[in-house]
């Protein structure tokens, strides 16, 4: 059974563990040649998953800048990077992705490397999420744009945000019906994933996140820094 495949039959996605499990700084000699991070303690391989799991590339796709429209080619990002799947009218998990980005673009910022690492949120609700709308919501989440190492991504219909979420990255959702408790609102269920990628385009960790089991922000901070700097261990 192939990934996508494995996505149908699961319903939603892999319903127990993280596919990136946060414990001990990665190093250099992982046993894979094109990651940094040692391979995470966890009851299943890469292969055995939906989505791109440590030592796995990036889907080869293209998806545009929600303000520019400039195409983003996904593997052809340079730097390390973190990738997450939202939509800006959800009240429940994406908030929660987005605030952990936001709390590591504050680090990266305070800490004097905002250059070296990038954040590339992709929604899967293009329809909803106008770049006006995507405006309002840096605003809203406190994201700083200035910055200059935040790119919400906007793929050009809902029918080319599943080819690219679900087809290529594996990440299954599926629209709701609006409700009252929704203020009238369809939503959507989906799994709520940050892959951290290296500048080869490789994971490094894929840490599956709910608002109740959620990787320590120091934890990820010192991941991001194994990959920084190659895994010798050196400061950011």
């Known amino acids: ?15 127990a563990g993280t596919a ?4 001990g700084v990665g190093f250099a000699g992982s046993g894979n040649p094109n990651v940094t991070l040692p ?20 889907p080869d796709v293209t998806v545009p800048d929600a303000f520019s429209g400039e195409p983003i080619a996904l593997r052809e990002i340079e730097g390390p990077r973190y990738h997450t799947f939202f939509f800006a009218n959800c009240m429940t998990l994406c908030p929660v992705l987005e605030s952990r980005l936001r709390e590591l673009q504050i680090h990266a910022v305070e800490n004097g490397y905002a250059d070296g690492v990038s954040f590339y949120p992709i929604t899967f609700d293009p329809e909803r999420d106008t770049p006006e709308r995507l ?7 406190n994201v700083d744009l ?10 050009e219909s809902t029918a080319r945000a599943k080819e ?6 594996g990440i299954g959702f599926q629209r709701t019906e609006a409700t009252e408790e929704t203020n009238g609102k369809y939503m959507f269920n989906h799994i709520g ?3 951290l990628v290296n500048g ?9 996140i709910s608002q109740t089991d959620l990787p320590s922000e120091n934890a990820m901070i010192e991941d991001l820094r194994t990959v920084r700097n190659g895994g010798s261990g050196g400061l950011l």
Do not use: K
Not at 1 to 15: P, Q
């Open 1 to 15: 059974m192939d990934r996508r495949s494995y996505l149908r039959a699961a319903g939603i996605g892999v319903a």
């Open 20 to 23: 990136g499990c946060v414990g």
């Open 39 to 58: 391979e995470p303690d966890r009851p299943f391989d890469s292969e055995d998953v939906s989505y791109p799991a440590w030592g796995q590339q990036v």
């Open 135 to 141: 405006r309002r919501e840096a605003e809203e989440m």
């Open 146 to 155: 200035s910055a200059g190492n935040w790119h919400y991504l906007r793929p």
């Open 164 to 169: 690219v979420i679900t087809g290529a990255f």
């Open 193 to 195: 994933m940050i892959t």
């Open 200 to 208: 080869d385009g490789y994971v490094e960790r894929a840490y599956r």
